[in-house]
């Protein structure tokens, strides 16, 4: 029966503050045998119905203590840093060539921070990965390379939360921790019928995982061994869960293929009163501010057996992709409307383009979480040497004022070859890589002229 459907004559509405499931509080008897009902249909539906994702399969030999393969706490740990506010296709995608370039800890924390954004580009929140890496460091440092175990252990670490260090603990190493994410927090808030918000939600939400982990090791039975590992399949099956069937609107949620669906009627609160799709209770979205930008991509021809380069220059070291390179770039909040093109031309002959090959080539949208960035792309054949830049707070020369800025950093820019773009040798953001592409993409951009270099 799908969410929303009449149940034993449960009534539907909404859910008061006096009604809300507290712990264990819902249907299906007391609420420690309902708990123990639901971590144990939760288990053996992940193990028969997970996805056979690469974190998952990665395993290293078992250290004794629990008796045999166990996952690469290293490889979650990165796994875990990519998976936050990214979704699960595109770290799949990132996860194997970040750890090829990065194989163990020990890589990780020896490499310099460009080296480890050049390999994180594309994926966004770029604070992420410089938390990642100081994680590393920390652990070569105070840990002997090895990723500490307990909770306690890995939410010293750089950047592990709460979440981060209940999952590696209980899902790598079977630590009886519980943990909550979004999806998490989604199926915990359905079965209970809970429809607070904020940071009420977030507590309840630990609260109920918690008691699940505890019903999990009560209702175990065996070796310690094996009862530790019930935390794990716990755990990845709440997340699994919430990612394949209790999904977020507007998806509409399985129920009929929920495990504790029809065969456990009086479980889910929320499908017995109709309430699924308003729990949790939406939230406003967030505005949305636009930046527009003018990219010139300068590009050189290349000499002696190195191919074609195009010009970089560095963002400064904080604000919006912090780091980062980029082909030269004025930024704004207003649109640059018919002064774009006048922009363009002032940013060329700055960096030592020419001028007379300076043409608009097309224009890129690149959308964030709480920007759309608008960028004009030029291009140009580069003429002149290029000495230092410095940063600019008014615009490119005398015609990019208006509150145009070249957001880049004080170091020299550098000439980057198409080669070393491609091997990721430099970290670009998506946005930057597009309007690279986009120019490189167009009919008689790639044929540089010769320069001379200084």
Same mark, same amino acid.
């Given at each position: 029966?799908?969410?929303?459907?009449?149940?034993?004559?449960?009534?539907?509405?909404?859910?008061?503050?006096?009604?809300?499931?507290? %712990?264990?509080?819902?249907?299906?008897?007391?609420?420690?045998?309902?708990?123990?009902?639901?971590?144990? /249909? @939760?288990?053996?539906?992940?193990?028969?119905?997970?996805?056979?994702?690469?974190? *998952?399969?990665?395993?290293?030999?078992?250290?004794?203590? *629990?008796?045999?393969?166990?996952?690469?706490?290293?490889?979650?740990?990165?796994?875990?840093?990519?998976?936050?506010?990214?979704?699960?296709?595109?770290?799949?995608?990132?996860?194997?060539?970040?750890?090829?370039?990065?194989?163990?800890?020990?890589?990780? /924390?020896?490499?310099?921070?460009?080296?480890?954004?050049?390999?994180?580009?594309?994926?966004?929140?770029?604070?992420?990965?410089?938390?990642?890496?100081?994680?590393?460091?920390?652990?070569? +440092?105070?840990?002997?390379?090895?990723?500490?175990?307990?909770?306690?252990?890995?939410?010293?670490?750089?950047?592990?939360?709460?979440?981060?260090?209940?999952?590696?603990?209980?899902?790598?190493?079977?630590?009886?921790?519980?943990?909550?994410?979004?999806?998490?927090?989604?199926?915990?808030?359905?079965?209970?019928?809970?429809?607070?918000?904020?940071?009420?939600?977030?507590?309840?939400?630990?609260?109920?995982?918690?008691?699940?982990?505890?019903?999990?090791?009560?209702? /175990?039975?065996?070796?310690?061994?094996? *009862?530790?590992?019930?935390?794990?399949?716990?755990?990845?099956?709440?997340? +699994?869960?919430?990612?394949?069937?209790?999904?977020?609107?507007?998806?509409?949620?399985?129920?009929?293929?929920?495990?504790?669906?029809?065969?456990? /009627?009086?479980?889910?609160?929320?499908?017995?009163?109709?309430?699924?799709?308003? @729990?949790?209770?939406?939230?406003?979205?967030?505005?949305?501010?636009?930046?527009?930008?003018?990219?010139?991509?300068?590009?050189?021809?290349?000499?002696?057996?190195?191919?074609?380069?195009?010009?970089?220059?560095?963002?400064?070291?904080?604000?919006?992709?912090?780091?980062?390179?980029?082909?030269?770039?004025?930024?704004?909040?207003?649109?640059?409307?018919?002064?774009?093109?006048?922009?363009?031309?002032?940013?060329?002959?700055?960096?030592?383009?020419? *001028?007379?090959?300076?043409?608009?080539?097309?224009?890129?949208?690149?959308?964030?979480?709480?920007?759309?960035?608008?960028?004009?792309?030029?291009?140009?054949?580069?003429?002149?040497?290029?000495?230092?830049?410095?940063?600019? %707070?008014?615009?490119?020369?005398?015609?990019?004022?208006?509150?145009?800025?070249?957001?880049?950093?004080?170091?020299?820019?550098?000439?980057?070859?198409?080669? +070393? @773009?491609?091997?990721?040798?430099?970290?670009?953001?998506?946005?930057?890589?597009?309007?690279?592409?986009?120019?490189?993409?167009?009919?008689?951009?790639?044929?540089?002229?010769?320069?001379?270099?200084?």
């Amino acid at each position: 029966m799908s969410a929303g459907t009449r149940r034993g004559g449960v009534k539907r509405g909404h859910v008061s503050s006096d009604d809300r499931a507290s %712990s264990g509080s819902g249907g299906g008897g007391s609420g420690a045998e309902r708990d123990r009902v639901m971590a144990a /249909a @939760i288990i053996v539906w992940f193990e028969a119905s997970h996805r056979p994702l690469p974190w *998952r399969t990665d395993m290293t030999a078992g250290d004794g203590q *629990r008796g045999g393969p166990m996952r690469n706490a290293y490889h979650a740990l990165v796994a875990e840093a990519m998976l936050q506010q990214t979704q699960v296709s595109r770290v799949v995608e990132y996860l194997a060539r970040f750890i090829e370039r990065f194989p163990t800890v020990q890589a990780l /924390a020896a490499a310099q921070e460009a080296e480890v954004l050049a390999m994180w580009a594309g994926l966004g929140y770029y604070r992420r990965a410089r938390l990642l890496h100081a994680a590393a460091k920390a652990i070569v +440092e105070d840990h002997g390379g090895r990723v500490p175990e307990t909770v306690e252990a890995l939410r010293a670490l750089p950047g592990v939360g709460a979440y981060t260090a209940g999952s590696i603990a209980s899902i790598v190493f079977y630590q009886r921790a519980a943990l909550v994410d979004g999806n998490v927090q989604r199926v915990v808030q359905r079965l209970e019928g809970d429809a607070s918000t904020g940071k009420e939600a977030t507590a309840r939400a630990w609260a109920r995982a918690e008691a699940l982990v505890r019903a999990a090791d009560e209702s /175990a039975s065996g070796a310690s061994g094996a *009862r530790s590992a019930r935390f794990a399949r716990l755990n990845e099956g709440l997340m +699994e869960l919430g990612a394949l069937v209790c999904t977020p609107p507007p998806s509409t949620p399985a129920c009929l293929h929920c495990p504790l669906g029809p065969s456990h /009627a009086d479980v889910c609160v929320a499908q017995q009163r109709g309430l699924v799709g308003q @729990i949790p209770p939406p939230k406003a979205a967030a505005a949305v501010k636009a930046l527009h930008a003018v990219t010139v991509v300068l590009l050189r021809a290349g000499s002696g057996g190195e191919g074609p380069s195009i010009l970089l220059e560095q963002r400064p070291a904080s604000g919006l992709w912090a780091g980062l390179w980029q082909a030269p770039t004025i930024e704004q909040a207003a649109k640059f409307s018919q002064r774009g093109q006048a922009i363009a031309a002032d940013l060329c002959a700055m960096r030592g383009g020419d *001028r007379a090959t300076l043409r608009h080539i097309t224009s890129v949208t690149h959308v964030l979480t709480h920007r759309r960035v608008q960028t004009e792309v030029y291009a140009a054949h580069a003429v002149a040497c290029v000495r230092k830049t410095r940063r600019s %707070s008014g615009g490119s020369g005398g015609s990019g004022g208006g509150g145009g800025s070249a957001n880049v950093s004080d170091d020299s820019p550098r000439w980057v070859t198409l080669a +070393e @773009i491609e091997a990721r040798a430099v970290g670009l953001s998506s946005a930057a890589r597009k309007a690279i592409d986009a120019a490189m993409a167009a009919p008689r951009v790639n044929g540089a002229k010769g320069t001379d270099e200084s």
